[in-house]
Structures are given as C-alpha cells and as structure tokens.
C-alpha cells in the first residue's frame, strides 16, 4: 500500500541505524529517485516465501516478523525486523526465490529499495558492501543456533531464551513490559511447542518470580535467571 507519508534518507530518523549508514550524499540522492515508500497495516505481508524479489525493504518504522512454513504446513518464526532493518536481501543476493514471509506486526512503514539501486552500491561502495557482508554472516550465525537450540534444548530452556531476544529485540515499553504485541501462540511458534506448553511454563516463570504478567503484555523481572535457564551466554 502506498504511503502518503514523504520519507527522506537524509532526514530519516532510522538511517544512522540502517545498514544504509555507509551511503554518502550522492548515493542518498540515488535512492531518493529510485526507492517507493509504502505504508503495511498490522498482518500485511510485505515479502511471500516461494515468490521473486525485485528489491529490499529498509522498515522505517515498525515491526516485522519473518515465518517459515515448515514440512508440516506450520509456519515458524524464525527472527523479527525493527526499525532500519533491511528485509529481504538474502534471497536478493543468491538469485533464489524468497526463503521466508515478511509480515507486519504493528502498522509500519518501509521503503522499497529496486534491485539495481542496491547492486549498484555494492559494486561501489567498499563500506555498504562490508556491512552488508557483516550482516549476513550474524544472520547465519543466528539461524545456527536455531537448529542447534531446537535439537539440544529443552522447551523451558528455549522459552527463557526466547524472551531475551524478544527482550533484546525490541527493548521494554513505559511500564517495563516486553516492547510488542505478541501473542502466546506466536511465543510458542518460536520455540517449536504446543500453545498450552507456553502458557504452562509462562506461568511457572510468573511462580517463580521470573517475569510478571500484565494483560497480554509479559515484563522480565529476573533476565540473569533466565539466561542461566536458557543456558545463554555472551
């Protein structure tokens, strides 16, 4: 959907965080001609697995989750997107076809980068293609350790360390509660679990003073416990 809402690179709140930082004037102007600004409204799908990609998003505000269908037909959540993220780069790359769905969580909006505009800088500039490279390894590292925590960990060790990195992710809001609308099925949808499991554990969690429950909203009280559950280290 298209955005009445006039985003500039060289004004943009976002861009010092974005992996288009390294871009110098010139290069922002290029993208100015080029890019389109386009508006999600909460469950839109901005990028569908299986499907070609002509460009990448750069989310300027909002937030984003990326699913997986999975040999069973359940889609898994396999990270999120924030502000001045860039979405959909991968698959972009590697000429393949996309390899997971882009949803929006929240209303959001995201600029629409064209396939050239981006394969042009990478050809040019050194820097926006090393922190492009930066950023695919620790994607890669990130989805190593989802095989390896789904093989290895047990659902209360995932469900700790899920929490951090939602925590981590999108920081907390006013009242010190998780920073998204997310829903137990989607906490479950991460850790590879039943709904009911999360909601059991959740309320183990809450028991034993680990987090505190407000509404649909979940605030972690105790965050050096959990990674110690979650055998999460830095």
Request: glycine content about 10%.
């Given at each position: 959907m298209k955005s009445d809402i006039p985003l500039s690179c060289n004004s943009c709140v976002t861009f010092k965080i974005s992996q288009l930082r390294s871009l110098h004037n010139g290069e922002l102007d290029y993208v100015e001609r080029e890019k389109g600004c386009a508006f999600f409204k909460k469950g839109q799908t901005l990028l569908v697995e299986g499907s070609r990609n002509n460009g990448v998003?750069?989310?300027?505000?909002?937030?984003?989750?990326?699913?997986?269908?999975?040999s069973e037909g359940r889609e898994q959540i396999i990270r999120f997107g924030k502000e001045g993220d860039l979405?959909?780069?991968?698959?972009?790359?590697?000429?393949e076809p996309v390899s997971a769905s882009v949803y929006a969580m929240d209303e959001t909006h995201a600029c629409f980068i064209p396939k050239h505009v981006l394969f042009h800088f990478i050809q040019s500039n050194p820097a926006f293609t090393l922190d492009l490279m930066k950023l695919a390894c620790k994607d890669l590292g990130d989805a190593g350790k989802i095989i390896t925590n789904l093989a290895q960990k047990s659902v209360r060790e995932r469900l700790a360390e899920v929490l951090l990195i939602i925590d981590n992710s999108f920081?907390?809001?006013?009242?010190?509660?998780?920073?998204?609308?997310?829903?137990?099925?989607?906490?479950?949808?991460?850790?590879?679990?039943?709904?009911?499991?999360?909601?059991?554990?959740?309320s183990e969690f809450k028991d034993e003073?680990?987090?505190?429950?407000?509404?649909?909203?979940?605030?972690?009280?105790?965050?050096?416990?959990?990674?110690h559950i979650g055998n999460v280290y830095d």
């Open positions: 998003y750069c989310i300027h505000k909002g937030k984003v989750k990326i699913t997986r269908m999975g979405i959909g780069y991968r698959s972009l790359l590697s000429g920081g907390t809001d006013e009242d010190g509660c998780l920073n998204v609308s997310i829903t137990r099925e989607e906490i479950a949808n991460m850790v590879g679990t039943a709904t009911e499991t999360v909601i059991r554990l959740l003073n680990l987090i505190e429950n407000k509404g649909r909203k979940i605030k972690l009280l105790n965050k050096r416990e959990l990674a």
